[in-house]
């Protein structure tokens, strides 16, 4: 009887000894991703920063989300880390602005949407 309890007391203790089960990763949204710099007058390329087709023909109304004055674009919101910042177009992603200056304009590369550097 008393190795069946010894064998029993060994199997609760190696049972014990086993590691806990391995949580499932946490998730990570996408690293920040480098804005590109954008002149707002800038003609020769069209909104994704692709260079305009010289035989596309020229549109007669301007585009309703490209606003016609820099000042029309909406500011980023700052984060802790002064080299990144919160997009202000939905999905709202981290965005690297090292390198660039309060009031510069610049892009969310998710949405190729332009907004003011804060």
Not at 84 to 102: H, K, L, T
Request: hydrophobic share 30%.
């Amino acid at each position: 009887m008393s190795k069946s309890i010894l064998a029993a007391a060994a199997a609760i203790v190696l049972a014990s000894c086993t590691p806990p089960p391995v949580p499932p990763p946490r998730f990570t949204p996408n690293p920040p991703y480098p804005p590109q710099p954008l002149d707002p007058y800038d003609q020769t390329t069209d909104p994704y920063g692709q260079a305009a087709d010289p035989a596309a023909p020229t549109p007669s109304a301007p585009q309703p989300e490209a606003p016609q004055t820099p000042g029309t674009y909406p500011n980023a919101q700052r984060t802790a880390d002064p080299n990144q910042v919160i997009s202000p177009y939905a999905p709202y992603n981290i965005i690297d602005v090292e390198g660039f200056r309060s009031g510069q304009l610049a892009r969310d590369p998710s949405n190729q949407k332009i907004f003011r550097v804060p």
